[in-house]
């Protein structure tokens, strides 16, 4: 080896003695040197002085300061050491200054099984009760997961409670009836027991003042919102009326008579067949035809708008769909659908029924036809023709309806005939005719007649004209 490399070889440091004498100046630390003394960590006195010391270096003012300092703030300042006699700073901080009220769980880490002590978990939900204003033993409904993990309570939760807030309450106060569905969540897998479903449903009823079963007809959404029950509904995919039925007491529940029914309720055909047995008897229908009878009203009335609204407000559809292979004349129903009567077909069908009715064969039965036979069944058919007879044109055969037609409409009037019979009139009697005037001589009319038909526009008048404002407009009076 070279004389240089001798020359740059470091010195070696010899260990220095222990000697108490030479440490009699506070100003002069031990475990500054590059090795203490030996058994100099073996006297707890000087356990003191380096914690006395280190608290200054670290600006430490009060007790609670210590909870920040952990293991790291030990080995940058020369007491790695001392954890060769504490399990960790808890155990060495609780050990040199047991006079102090010291919290554990504040520390880095608590000492080891420090959370499998019962005593020492209530003890920790107690000093958390207090942190949070709790007052009462109700106020723990309120405390969420993160309340733990923001109070250094995180491997509590896990060690001891499986992450669930809500079991520590349970163990930690046992006297208390708690209900788990009052929590901000509910534990896991809890909605997914039937047996809770049901317990909670018992509550609800409790809680809405339900006397009777028939009184959760008319609970809704809104109910269990306000009571708790909403992750309930959520959790196992139900509707109120289905949670009801399924979780409520005992009873012949009927969907339709709830104040709201399940949203796909009336697509289901087996659903809509069960309404319609309970409306028959509950309207005492006994045979088919009294379906006849059935109206909007009926159905309003009865629980059955939404039934309604699938079918377009139609009562007649609503019976077909219930005997779909029954044959039905719509024309006997309260109402028929809407546009029934603009459909040819219909109107065909309609007339061979009633023929069959009145007992007509041959087409010139028809001739025989009066209104009155057609009022009781079609008055909105009629509503859409001028005259009755516009409804056989398509139907008979050209030639009787012509002869229909001679027979029932009658030959039109011309304002210019009218004044020459009200002339005639007052040549006879010195005094012009009114609506009273009665018959019109020589003629199968009379003069209230020709007064309707110059109002309504009839027989090929203009219409909205009375006799008088005729006569008046001629200069007849």
Known sequence: MSRRAKRQRPKRLTQPRYDPERYTDPRYYEWLNRSVPKHFWEDRANHHRYIQWLGSILNIRKPEDWYQVNRKHFQRNRGGRLFYYYDGVCDLFMSLFPEYDWKPWLFDRPPIGFWHQFENRRRYMQWLGKKLGFKKVEDWYTVSHQALLDNKGAGLALICWNSSIIAGVKEC?????????????????????????????????????????????????????????????????????????????????????????????????ANRR???????????????????????????????????????KSPVAIVKDYYPRRQWHEWKFSRVPAGFWENRENRHRFLDWL??????????????????DLRPYAKALMIGFDSYV???????????????????????????????????????????PKMSSGKIRGQQLTWSAVNQALEKGNRGLTGKKTLAQLLKQRKRV
């Not at 039937?194 to 028939?214: P, T």
């Open 390 to 432: 516009e409804i056989f044109r398509d139907y008979l055969p050209a030639k009787v309806w012509k002869r229909m037609n001679a027979r029932v409409n009658k030959p039109a009037l011309t304002e210019r005939q009218i004044l020459s019979w009200a002339d005639a009139h007052h040549r006879r009697t010195g005094a012009w």
């Open 355 to 372: 023929g069959k009715q009145l007992g007509y064969r041959q087409p010139s039965d028809w001739l025989q036809i009066r209104r009155e």
């Open 274 to 312: 069960r309404y319609m047995q309970w409306l028959g008897k509950r309207l005492k229908y006994k045979v088919p035809e009294d379906w006849y009878a059935l109206t909007f009203e009926d159905l309003a009335h009865n629980h059955g708008r939404g039934l309604l609204v699938l079918f377009h």
């Open 173 to 269: 106060f046992p006297n208390h009836p708690w209900l788990d569905w009052k929590f901000a969540h509910a534990p896991h897998g809890f909605w997914q027991q039937d047996a809770n479903c049901r317990r909670y449903m018992k509550w609800l009823g409790q809680e809405l003042g339900l006397q009777r079963s028939s009184d959760w007809y008319h609970v809704v959404n809104e109910d269990f919102n306000q009571n708790y029950g909403q992750a309930f509904l959520v959790c196992r995919r139900l509707s109120v009326p289905q949670a009801v039925m399924r979780f409520g007491p005992r009873y012949d529940f009927k969907e339709w008579l709830f104040d709201v029914t399940p949203g796909d309720f009336w697509k289901k055909r």
